[in-house]
């Protein structure tokens, strides 16, 4: 089975100081990892993704994260926060194990991301 | 452009009415989905169809239909068996051309009951 935390209703934070939002996950195989954010009353919008290689993956809007095997983590990171970076967050799994499913794809439960001035 | 349309953005239903919530995809994905959000808990699968003519149900199936008679084309209809059916209505879609590929969504509807 292939799941994902979110450890962070809601983290705050102070415009131009870095951001981090936390992710874990458990699979059976490797995993293909997802961020999304979502902002009021919209569809989610694809950020970035890990697959296979370089543990840090760079993304749209100034968005990275830091892929940890050890820790089981996929925490998000933008060096420099942005009022308008203000959205609700989601980390997604797939289990590259996973068969018969399609490519489904397992949420966390979103983090509220508030930056202010 | 490419992308998902959902319609209607919003949708009122009575108790005991069965509503359809549709979505179309130009972006010639073979899979489709329907999410379920509601606040804190995140998004919940209800079906998912790979190709067309075929289609699984996902982890809260029960209350709701689908249909793929087309690739474009995924309807949802939330029947009078939902007993809480407001809620925020996600559809998706993804290449399955590999596992590693990412979902595309549409701008939601949201639906109420009244």
């Known amino acids: 089975a292939q799941s994902v935390a979110q450890p962070e209703d809601q983290v705050n934070v102070a415009e131009g100081n870095p951001l981090t939002v936390k992710c874990t996950y458990s699979v059976s195989g490797n995993p293909y990892l997802f961020w999304y954010v979502q902002y009021p009353n919209r569809g989610l919008q694809f950020l970035l993704k890990y697959i296979t290689g370089d543990n840090l993956v760079k993304g749209s809007y100034g968005f990275e994260a830091e892929f940890n095997k050890s820790q089981t983590s996929f925490h998000l990171k933008k060096p420099s926060a942005l009022v308008s970076d203000s959205a609700l967050y989601f980390c997604a799994v797939r289990d590259s194990l996973l068969t018969g499913g399609g490519n489904k794809l397992t949420f966390g439960t979103g983090t509220q991301l508030k930056v202010e001035l | 452009d490419g992308g998902i349309t959902q319609s209607p953005k919003y949708l009122f239903r009575k108790e005991g009415q069965n509503v359809t919530l549709s979505c179309e995809q130009n972006l010639n994905h073979d899979a489709m989905y329907w999410y379920r959000q509601d606040p804190g808990q995140g998004l919940r699968l209800i079906y998912y169809?790979?190709?067309?003519?075929?289609?699984q149900k996902g982890d809260i199936a029960e209350g709701y239909s689908v249909s793929r008679e087309k690739k474009e084309s995924f309807p949802l209809t939330v029947t009078s068996a939902q007993k809480n059916p407001t809620a925020f209505y996600l559809c998706?879609?993804?290449?399955?051309?590999?596992?590693?590929?990412?979902?595309?969504f549409g701008q939601g509807t949201r639906l109420t009951v009244v």
């Open positions: 998706a879609s993804t290449d399955t051309g590999g596992a590693n590929t990412e979902a595309f």
């Open positions: 169809s790979q190709i067309v003519n075929d289609f």
